[in-house]
């Protein structure tokens, strides 16, 4: 009988496991991977660097990723890459763009296998029942413990625990398992590739850029991310559409509009993907004795610094939880308040993702012309970009309304429509 259970060695399994186990926990670590450090899906490589992201600021300083607020980090001794800008970038070429005044980063990259590498010593250190290689296919809860079946290398067996932390990511099987899915909305079912490149040809390689346009066939923006210092590298994520696969999206895309110049002498090395299922978030995001956390509650991803903050937080609510206090309910507050999909704010998101197909390419270059040149505030976020872009067209209402009358109604319209709508 372990203290808690924890499905999934993402960063938020590991960090949940690592901190359960150094304050005195009986801790089982099951996750499918044989190897953490083998990044295999597509996912998130970069600290986002706003102030109070998700609820805390984060910093990279030697030997570690830290949390300003929450007084923790995370061990890390791998390359870091600080990305200076962002743009979103019309099919003419027309450019949004988000930086900082002084420079300073808005997003750090980081090498995630490294990351987790790190984080699977650790716990190895604090005395976790490391479980590599492992799946967790079937679980129950009696209301005394929680029995989660495993499979490995074709034999079965079964591991009990007084507390289950799911941290298994976005489709769960373990949070399925338990019917802790009930009541979410599905917006949404696609796919995704991150194709790392070479022979780059970028004149601002510190920049991550955001390509939009219907010209690409892409249900979201091509986003190309710089690869740390390696200014003839650099990551590419693109999103299927309803008809074609991913890579069909990216060989027809690479030779269009504002993309194309990156693109002509570049060659894929790696390739790396996920399907994702779209759903609203869990805003009670525990059931019994069991706790998602992470990907596996959330609306899409947390991202790694998201996830690192909610296995800390979920680690202190186990411990809460054995001492017979609501550690689960807290964790809940916290949930709903430090991440914005959780709120009103998650329909910005997509309305500022959904130019396309929403807004044809000739519109778009005139959008973005409007704002072309100005200074808009210094955010990584995928959140608050979307807003402050909208701000600066709109702050053209005037323009609009004498130019084209016909795309301020556009505008105007799709400012009312439901997450679901726009999804």
């Known amino acids: ?16 496991a690592k901190t359960a186990a150094q304050r005195g926990l009986k801790v089982a670590l099951v996750e499918k991977r044989s190897d953490v450090s083998r990044i295999t899906r597509a996912c998130c490589q970069q600290l986002v660097m706003d102030e109070g992201y998700a609820g805390d600021t984060v910093s990279v300083k030697e ?60 716990c190895a250190g604090a005395g976790v029942e490391l479980m590599p290689g492992t799946t967790a296919w079937n679980g129950s809860d009696d209301g005394e413990k929680v029995t989660v079946q495993l499979t490995s290398r074709g034999r079965r067996s079964a591991i009990e625990a007084r507390k289950l932390v799911i941290a298994d990511g976005v489709n769960s099987r373990m949070a399925e398992a338990l019917n802790m899915n009930q009541g979410r909305t599905h917006f949404v079912t696609t796919q995704c590739l991150i194709y790392l490149l070479e022979g780059i040809d970028d004149p601002e390689p510190q920049a991550m850029k955001s390509f939009m346009g219907n010209v690409y066939q892409s249900r979201a923006p091509i986003i190309l991310y710089p690869y740390f210092n390696d200014p003839t590298r650099a990551r590419m994520c693109i999103a299927r559409n309803k008809s074609q696969l991913t890579g069909e999206v990216f060989a027809y895309a690479r030779d269009k509009a504002a993309l194309a110049p990156y693109l002509k002498n570049a060659r894929i090395v790696k390739t790396t993907g996920c399907g994702l299922k779209a759903c609203s978030s ?134 009312q429509l439901t997450l679901n709508d726009t999804l």
């Open 63 to 122: 030997g570690g990723i830290f949390f300003e607020r929450g007084g923790f980090g995370a061990a890390y001794a791998g390359p870091t890459f600080n990305v200076t800008k962002k743009y979103y970038i019309s099919p003419g070429g027309r450019r949004i763009c988000f930086a900082h005044p002084d420079g300073r980063p808005l997003a750090v990259q980081f090498d995630k296998g490294r990351l987790l590498q790190g984080l699977w010593g650790s």
């Open 282 to 415: 869990m805003m009670q995001p525990w059931r019994g004795n069991a706790l998602a956390i992470g990907d596996a509650a959330a609306f899409v991803e947390v991202e790694t610094q998201g996830a690192l903050m909610c296995g800390f937080y979920a680690a202190s609510a186990v411990l809460m939880e054995l001492a017979g206090q609501a550690g689960f309910a807290q964790y809940t507050r916290w949930w709903q308040q430090a991440f914005e999909f959780n709120g009103p704010d998650a329909l910005r998101v997509a309305q500022g993702y959904a130019l396309v197909p929403a807004y044809s390419d000739d519109e778009l270059d005139y959008l973005f012309g409007l704002v072309e040149g100005e200074a808009l505030p210094g955010s990584y976020s995928q959140y608050h970009t979307p807003k402050y872009m909208w701000d600066a067209i709109l702050a053209h209402r005037e323009q609009i309304s004498s130019d084209r009358p016909e795309l301020l109604k556009k505008i105007e319209s799709s400012m």
């Open 1 to 16: 009988m372990f203290d808690v259970a924890i499905i999934g060695a993402g960063p938020a399994g590991l960090l949940a």
